[in-house]
């Protein structure tokens, strides 16, 4: 059992599932006994939460697929994506989700997998689980991984920066009444509006800090760090690539704008994650994106 706190920032910290044989699809014949199957046109989730979490997560998932699709459209079939949710996190470290994460993208096998935190604690004041609000975020992140490692290829290595940095800025993404919502916003399930960019304050504070003691890397070698040394460094990687997402998409200079665009067309055109980030950034003045983006993070409050 785990005995300590699960701060946010670091259940979001999924690096990936231990990779198992592949496990896919199912089919009704082969669901255990006391397991739900709920199949939407593309996601197939196995709980052992019951009927009602199966259909929520499809639904869920289906909502913000349908918005990943807009951003990202493909002229390919979809699959049907495959989804496990645990009930308890016992099961969900057991299948090979990582400790201290509320799940994980398993990218040899194509699976998503979740946890619904049960038992976690065992009522421990001391440790924090994470809201509803929380969990949604983390099928939101994973879903983006799920959904952009098929479109490129299920064999691209895309630039981790950018592969979470996206994962963390959808993540964030929420559904509020059309009438609160600004010009624009694009429809979300139920007649409500999708909203992005909003504030990841501890993100936000970390970054900021991060920059302040130096421990944040430069920008230009940023964009380059190999996965593996990524995750290495999650305490600044993560917060360091969302934010830089969150600048490219939003800042006032359209260079930017352009860099995200750019980066996908290089990477479906077979260009690995360094080749993909050169030709993204190409005849980009480093120095001036980096004041920019610093002054983008301390305004991002
Ligand atoms: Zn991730």
């Known amino acids: 059992m785990l005995r300590r706190a699960l701060p946010l920032a670091v259940l979001l910290l999924a690096a990936g599932c231990s ?8 089919s009704s014949r082969d669901v ?8 939407t046109d593309h996601y197939q ?23 990943y699709r807009r951003i990202l459209p493909s002229r390919q079939e979809l699959p049907r994506f495959p989804v496990r949710v645990f009930r308890t996190y016992d099961a969900y470290l057991s299948y090979g989700g990582e400790d201290g994460t509320a799940g994980c993208y398993d990218q040899s096998t194509g699976d998503l997998v979740l946890t619904r935190f049960v038992g976690l604690g065992g009522g421990d004041p001391m440790v924090r689980l994470p809201s509803p609000q929380e969990m949604t ?14 479109y490129l290829d299920a064999d691209a290595d895309p630039p981790a920066w950018f592969d979470e940095g996206m994962a963390d800025y959808f993540g964030q993404t929420r559904i509020v009444p059309a009438d609160h919502a600004p010009e624009g916003a ?44 990524y995750y290495d460094r999650p305490a600044v990687c993560y917060p360091q690539g969302w934010s830089l997402v969150h600048f490219l998409i ?42 920019e983006w610093r002054a983008y993070v301390e305004a991002l409050r």
């Open 250 to 291: 939003n800042s006032r200079d359209p260079r930017t704008h352009e860099v995200p665009d750019a980066l996908v067309r290089a990477l479906s055109a077979g260009a690995d994650a360094s080749k993909a980030v050169d030709e993204a950034f190409a005849g980009m003045d480093w120095g001036k994106l980096e004041r």
């Open 137 to 150: 975020a983390t099928a939101y992140h994973e879903a983006w991984h799920q959904y952009f490692h098929w």
């Open 32 to 39: 255990p006994p006391g397991w739900s199957l709920f199949n």
């Open 186 to 229: 694009p429809d979300a399930p139920g007649g409500g509006k999708w909203i992005f960019g909003r504030p990841n304050h501890g993100w936000g504070d970390a970054i900021r800090a991060a920059i302040a003691d130096g421990s944040a890397l430069p920008l230009r070698e940023f964009v380059h760090l190999p996965r593996g040394r």
């Open 45 to 67: 989730v196995l709980t052992d939460g019951g009927p009602e979490e199966a259909r929520a997560t499809a639904e869920r998932l289906e909502g913000i697929l349908a918005l």
């Open 19 to 26: 990779s198992g044989p592949r496990r896919g699809l199912l």
